[in-house]
């Protein structure tokens, strides 16, 4: 292991969270600075997939993750006249394997809670400048911290840090956003399965089951709901009468799900970003999670790409004493998973959520076919639980996970 560094990590997300427990775990000093006075989650809920369980395994979470989740063992898409466009079931990748859906205020609540050094949060802490070289932020009153060892720039999607690692190949607002809330789950049909309907590429609902959340033992469902950025503020001037009653004609089964949102403001309103870099890291400066590769959420990757940033950050700073080999090891390894990630979110993205009517017609002519062609079905449910990694390689996960997974549904089974 190597010598004990000093840290900086700008970011309390996903990425930030995950950071700071495996860091402080190996005797570093870590720093978390975060714009947020009241840092918590943001958003509803996510699909946990296979690649970021097998972290959270590692990091000795996975019991509590399970406890807290809910088991998704199929993903289904239609259209209102009933044609199915996608289903796929974790089972045909490996029958041990399935995704948690989970609410993000309960990974938010357990990554706090396995941190050890909470003191060191500087809250409502806005970082706007980095000093690469001497390894310095300065925040929004003009206030420098530092000198660091490593800064770790883990601010999101619409990270202000990104430029200074001065390698950004593409970075740019999606048009398309969503509006996410938590429903209770009560007496959903498909308790095990994160279902969506789709009108062309103009409009996407989704319900997927999202377990509890630690001081609240009611199980929840994550909705979303596809719409343009620009017609957020007309979709709040139409009034939610109108919304539900368009809800009630696409999907009668959700509609009736909605009887507890009662004003707008109830839905969070989400905006996506592309980013690609030809560079991760400068001087002292690192990136991770969404400000490193931020994407479509088309494959609802986010989370576990984050927390597998996290993992080869901290094991790249195990295998390397010096810092320069170690930033070059971690984002070799990580560009190389998360490329076809970039690729395949860029070219999805247009069949789900777009006005291109003719390329949603054959979305759902053509997406089930090919993924029921041999060797289709299983490139597709590599990419969707995080394991593919290039075209043709397959990404290892660790075999006491597996056997954790399969050991939890066996007493599962039994109970």
Same mark, same amino acid.
């Given at each position: ?136 932020? $300065? !925040? *929004? ?8 060892? =490593? +800064?770790? %720039?883990? #601010? ?116 996506? $970003? !592309? *980013? ?8 002292? =400066? +690192?990136? %991770?999670? #969404? ?125």
């Amino acid at each position: 292991m190597s010598s004990p560094r000093t840290i900086a990590i700008v970011g309390y997300g996903t990425a930030g969270q995950a950071l700071a427990v495996l860091l402080s775990r190996d005797n570093h000093t870590v720093h978390v600075f975060e714009r947020a006075a009241a840092p918590g989650p943001v958003g509803a809920g996510f699909l946990l997939q296979p690649s970021g369980l097998d972290v959270l395994w590692q990091m000795d979470l996975l019991p509590q993750v399970l406890a807290h989740g809910a088991p998704v063992r199929r993903l289904y898409g239609d259209t209102p006249c009933g044609r199915t466009v996608m289903e796929m079931g974790y089972a045909s990748l490996d029958p041990r394997l399935h995704g948690i859906g989970m609410q993000r205020g309960a990974l938010f609540s357990l990554l706090a809670q396995a941190w050890p050094q909470p003191q060191q949060l500087h809250a409502d802490t806005c970082i706007v400048d980095v000093d690469a070289e001497q390894g310095r932020l $300065r !925040d *929004a009153q003009g206030r420098w911290h530092g000198p660091y060892d =490593l +800064v770790i %720039a883990a #601010d999101g999607s619409a990270s202000t840090l990104r430029t200074h690692v001065q390698g950004t190949r593409l970075d740019r607002e999606y048009p398309w956003g969503a509006l996410w809330c938590l429903l209770p789950c009560e007496d959903w049909a498909y308790p095990d399965q994160l279902r969506q309907r789709y009108v062309a590429a103009r409009k996407m609902i989704g319900l997927l089951p999202v377990g509890t959340r630690p001081g609240d033992a009611v199980p929840r469902l994550s909705f979303f709901w596809s719409l343009p950025r620009d017609q957020f503020a007309r979709w709040e001037s139409d009034g939610l009468a109108r919304w539900r009653d368009e809800i009630a004609t696409l999907w009668p089964q959700a509609h009736a799900r909605l009887d507890s949102i009662t004003v707008g403001t109830q839905l969070a309103r989400a905006g996506y $970003r !592309d *980013a690609v870099m030809a560079r991760w890291s400068r001087e002292r =400066l +690192v990136l %991770a999670g #969404d400000a490193a590769h931020a994407m479509s959420p088309q494959l609802g990757q986010g989370v576990n790409m984050a927390l597998m940033d996290a993992l080869a950050l901290r094991d790249a700073l195990r295998a390397h004493p010096q810092r320069d080999a170690a930033l070059q090891a971690y984002a070799a390894q990580r560009r190389a998973h998360v490329a076809i990630y970039h690729f395949w979110s860029r070219w999805l993205t247009p069949l789900f959520q777009s006005d291109r009517d003719t390329a949603a017609r054959a979305r759902d002519l053509l997406l089930k076919p090919l993924g029921d062609l041999p060797g289709g079905r299983g490139h597709m449910l590599r990419v969707l639980s995080g394991t593919q990694r290039g075209w043709l390689g397959k990404l290892g996960l660790s075999p006491g996970f597996i056997d954790a997974m399969a050991a939890h549904g066996e007493a599962n089974t039994r109970a």
